[in-house]
């Protein structure tokens, strides 16, 4: 009979466990980030925060509060589009046609 050394296939069925799972651990991480970015995606557009392809055309705009009256705390209305900071992206300021 001849002896046969475990110790290499030991190494060998070792490395194997631990790549298998590798593998595992990244295909789930990977399933999971799909099923979130999914899931995300789903409930933005069910609150209304995500409108993707919503375009609005008017020749004139009533800017009216809560309770129905316009409230204006300058001179003349004024539309302003701010970014995540609170910082004026565009605003109709500098267009703005004073009124009689």
Not at 30 to 40: H, Q
Request: aromatic share 8%.
């Amino acid at each position: 009979m001849t002896d046969v050394d475990y110790n290499g296939l030991l190494v060998r069925v070792t490395e194997l466990e631990r790549q298998n799972r590798l593998w595992k651990i990244t295909g789930l991480l990977m399933l999971l980030v799909a099923v979130f970015s999914l899931t995300a995606n789903v409930t933005a557009q069910d609150t209304g925060v995500f409108t993707p392809t919503t375009t609005v055309e008017a020749q004139t705009f009533l800017l009216k509060d809560s309770a129905g009256k316009m409230t204006v705390d300058r001179d003349h209305p004024v539309l302003e589009f701010y970014d995540l900071d609170g910082n004026i992206t565009w605003s109709t300021e500098a267009r703005a046609i004073p009124t009689k």
